[in-house]
T-cell receptor, first 109, second 115 residues
Framework: GQNIDQPTEMTATEGAIVQINCTYQ??????LFWYQQHAGEAPTFLSY????GLEEKGRFSSFLSRSKGYSYLLLKELQMKDSASYLC??????????FGAGTRLFVKA | GAVVSQHPSRVICKSGTSVKIECRSL??????MFWYRQFPKQSLMLMAT?????????EQGVEKDKFLINHASLTLSTLTVTSAHPEDSSFYIC???????????FGSGTRLTVV
């Protein structure tokens, strides 16, 4: 089976940088997703890592290390609107995606 | 971009009744769609994979007779919660893989409350 671990909650200050970690155990996967989900809304796609390394997209970057079973999402220049849950998810093949429990990020002024 | 429309957004029903939730891909065809359930402060749990023209594939522990899935066309999948009970109250979300992309597109979700 698969297991995905993320911190439950994090708090950061507006304008700062925050790193949300994700560790996983799985027998194999195609790639790793990060999604953002605001309360009561559906998730929105942020990034997808297939190869090891850092993928940068504007204020958001995502990193993957397959050998370490580890990923992180880096958010720069935090804004209040970034307060949301961030979901780490594995594409286990055949379009199937398994989600972690998510990390609730609180951005304070 | 690819859009998935989900209706209704909120529904309140009486215990013992059935509720149907629709998920439509608006500008692309989806041979496969996914149904998730999310309880408060928890992650999305995959319930089943909806396959156009064939039977849905259910995850372990999900009652196929209770959660009926129909994928009759390339743009529409429906989830019917039969004989709903208060413990079925949850946020149900569908998703579909968009053509040519990695990020799955999610519907807006349906908040089901069974009273």
């Amino acid at each position: 089976g698969q297991n995905i671990d993320q911190p439950t909650e994090m708090t950061a200050t507006e304008g700062a940088i925050v790193q949300i970690n994700c560790t996983y155990q799985t027998s194999g996967f195609n790639g790793l997703f990060w999604y953002q989900q605001h309360a009561g809304e559906a998730p929105t796609f942020l990034s997808y890592n297939v190869l090891d390394g850092l993928e940068e997209k504007g204020r958001f970057s995502s990193f993957l290390s397959r050998s370490k079973g580890y990923s992180y999402l880096l958010l720069k220049e935090l804004q209040m609107k970034d307060s949301a849950s961030y979901l780490c998810a594995l594409n286990t093949g055949g379009f199937k995606t398994i989600f972690g429990a998510g990390t609730r990020l609180f951005v304070k002024a | 971009g690819a859009v998935v429309s989900q209706h209704p957004s909120r529904v309140i029903c009486k215990s013992g009744t059935s509720v149907k939730i629709e998920c439509r891909s608006l500008d692309f065809q989806a041979t496969t769609m996914f149904w998730y359930r999310q309880f408060p402060k928890q992650s999305l749990m995959l319930m089943a994979t909806s396959n156009e023209g064939s039977k849905a594939t259910y995850e372990q522990g999900v009652e196929k007779d209770k959660f009926l899935i129909n994928h009759a066309s390339l743009t529409l999948s429906t989830l019917t919660v039969t004989s709903a009970h208060p413990e079925d109250s949850s946020f149900y979300i569908c998703s579909a893989p968009p053509p040519g992309g990695y990020g799955y597109t999610f519907g807006s979700g349906t908040r089901l409350t069974v009273v």
